[in-house]
Every structure is written in C-alpha cells, then in structure tokens.
C-alpha cells in the first residue's frame, strides 16, 4: 500500500530532550515537506527536501532540523525541544513538488507531540 | 481523535443535501488549487484538484468551483453522507517548485 509513515503517533517529553520523529515513504516521493498543525493556523511548512541532500526552510524552522539521505526518509529533528513546539506534525511527500498537479500531497498520520 | 482546530468555522448539513465549502485565496499568481479532507485523528487526504485554466471540476459526488476574478474557491459535496464529517482544507500554489499554502480549514457536520 501506497503510503507515508511516520513514528511515533504520541510522544511526551520533557524540555531540553533531544527526539527524532520518523517519515519514510515507499512511492519513490522526490519532494518531501513536515507541517505542523495548530488550532486556528492550519498547517505550517517547517522544512521542504526536493530530492536526496537538499533541503530547505519553510515558514516556521526555528527549533527544528532535517535530513534526506535516502529518498525514502525524512526525519524531522528537536535538538532541544521547548513547550511552544507541542503540536500535531505531519510529514507529507508528493511526486514531485505539489504544486506541480499529480494530486498534491500524501500525507502521514501524525505525531502529536508534548513537551513539559 | 486528535483535536484539529478548536475555532474553525462549522458548516452543519442534514444528511442526504448538499454542501458547499468555501474558501478565499490571496495570492493572485497561484496557479495550482487543491481540496483536502482531513478526518479526525488521521492526516489530510487529497480530494479533487483544479488548475487556473478550469473554472469547474467534478470528481464523484464532488466538484470544485474556481473563480479567479474574486480569488474564491469552492467545493460542493453531492448528497451529503456521515462519512463527509470532517474538516476541509482548501491549498494554494502559484506552482512547479514553489510552495503551497493552506487554507486554515473549515468543519463539516454531517446531521443524521
């Protein structure tokens, strides 16, 4: 089955902890983006890869890295997470961009993520 | 389910008429327009899309209404089913590589 996922679906934590949340995708994706989802801000592009080893930011990078050495993946990194980073995070990829047609975005489940 | 939005606007539909979801978009040079439907603990999923050039698209049970003029988009739901209870995300891109941006959503429910 065609599909994006992504690990873990909850995680707590506490401020300062380093995490790692997982995206892998098996639809040979070029383009690979994390959003995060707020009440009343909708979804905001963290960072975007267009291919293996390129990467780039989005609107709201602040706190967070990536990586793309494999098509395939895209993890989405927390140095040292703070509170204002609890959110609901989608890993998404698409063809090629998603603004190119061929049905925009596959999206993940979603990691809801606390941190205390 | 994983709470998506405590503010969002609500469309409430009786079971079996029609829906229509709008949205309006900002930027003048998007190009690319998709619809998305997110259910309640799970990612947005891909609905129907259109390009600048259409003014109209129909999928099944669904249609998208692109009117440039006034930079307003719709969707239109046929025979509204509980399974439509969500919420619906209207997105923009000017397309190829640049970005897409999302519409902040708007929650159908579904009146058995």
């Known amino acids: 089955e065609a599909q994006v996922t992504q690990n873990p679906r909850y995680l707590i934590t506490v401020t300062g902890k380093k995490l790692t949340v997982t995206c892998s995708q098996n639809m040979n994706h070029e383009y690979m983006s994390w959003y995060r989802q707020d009440p009343g801000l909708g979804l905001r592009q963290i960072y975007y890869?267009?291919?293996?080893?390129?990467?780039d930011k989005g609107d709201v990078p602040e706190g967070y890295k990536v990586s793309r050495k494999e098509k395939r993946n895209f993890p989405l990194i927390l140095e040292s997470p703070s509170p204002n980073q609890t959110s609901l995070y989608f890993c998404?990829?698409?063809?090629?961009?998603?603004?190119?047609?061929?049905?925009?975005?596959?999206f993940g489940s979603g990691t809801r993520l606390t941190v205390v | 389910g994983e709470s998506v939005g405590l503010h969002l606007p609500t469309l409430s539909v009786q079971e079996g008429d029609n829906s229509i979801i709008n949205c309006a978009y900002s930027n003048s040079a998007s190009d690319y327009f998709i619809w998305y439907k997110q259910e309640s603990g799970k990612g947005p999923q891909f609905i129907i899309d259109i390009r600048s050039n259409m003014d109209k698209r129909q999928g099944q049970r669904v249609t998208v209404l692109l009117n440039k003029t006034v930079k307003h988009l719709s969707l239109q739901i046929a025979a509204t089913q509980p399974g439509d209870s969500a919420v619906y995300f209207c997105a923009e891109s000017p397309g190829g590589y640049q970005k897409v941006t999302f519409g902040t959503g708007t929650k159908l429910q579904v009146i058995p």
């Open positions: 998404a990829s698409s063809l090629f961009s998603p603004g190119t047609g061929n049905y925009g975005y596959t």
């Open positions: 890869s267009m291919n293996v080893e390129v990467t």
